[in-house]
């Protein structure tokens, strides 16, 4: 029987999380948009005013994942919400239950900080996640489409042009 645990990161996590971050990107095949250097995920993470915040899951003492999150907040609602930025399981713990564990952990901290909302976005051609997302009650939000200012185009609009 494996021993599973979910655990705060610590700074001493900080390249194990970008190594998970990286691992994740070139899942993704976006390996080199992952530019996060480990002094920027210690600075978020463990710097004077965190507002993102990290776990890990163990099995049997080695890291399996981890997943990053931040609150957002619903003025519909009048709550906060937790929005899942980044959820990860190395190949070879997939299927143990430690992606479901981090999702639950998730769940659990949401309802502690009286959020109304548990947020993430998934990729459309990853369906072993969307199946596994559906599987536990998870719907897509479909009404909604995400629009992203980046780069060149976020520096124009900023400064007017």
């Known amino acids: 029987?494996?021993?599973?645990?979910?655990?705060?990161?610590?700074?001493?996590?900080?390249?194990?999380?970008?190594?998970?971050?990286r691992e994740l990107a070139e899942y993704e095949k976006a390996?080199?948009?992952?530019?996060a250097s480990e002094e920027d995920f210690h600075r978020a993470l463990f710097g004077d005013n965190?507002?993102?915040?990290?776990?890990?899951?163990?099995?049997?003492?080695?890291?399996?994942?981890?997943?990053?999150?931040?609150?957002?907040?619903?003025?519909?609602?009048?709550?906060?919400?937790?929005f899942l930025e980044d959820l990860y399981v190395s190949p070879e713990y997939r299927g143990s239950g430690a992606g479901k564990a981090l999702l639950r952990h998730l769940a659990r901290t949401a309802v502690e900080l009286?959020?109304?909302?548990?947020?993430?976005?998934?990729?459309?051609?990853?369906t072993p996640a969307i199946d596994f997302y559906e599987s536990f009650g998870a719907r897509p939000q479909s009404e909604w489409v995400g629009y992203r200012l980046?780069?060149?185009?976020?520096?124009?609009?900023?400064?007017?042009?």
């Open 114 to 126: 009286d959020c109304r909302r548990f947020e993430w976005n998934v990729l459309d051609w990853n």
């Open 31 to 35: 390996l080199e948009e992952a530019k």
């Open 50 to 82: 965190p507002k993102v915040w990290s776990v890990i899951c163990e099995i049997d003492g080695q890291p399996a994942g981890f997943a990053l999150y931040f609150l957002n907040y619903s003025t519909w609602t009048g709550k906060h919400g937790l």
């Open 1 to 21: 029987m494996t021993n599973l645990t979910i655990r705060p990161a610590t700074p001493e996590d900080v390249g194990l999380i970008r190594h998970f971050v």
């Open 150 to 161: 980046t780069g060149q185009a976020l520096k124009d609009f900023a400064a007017g042009n």
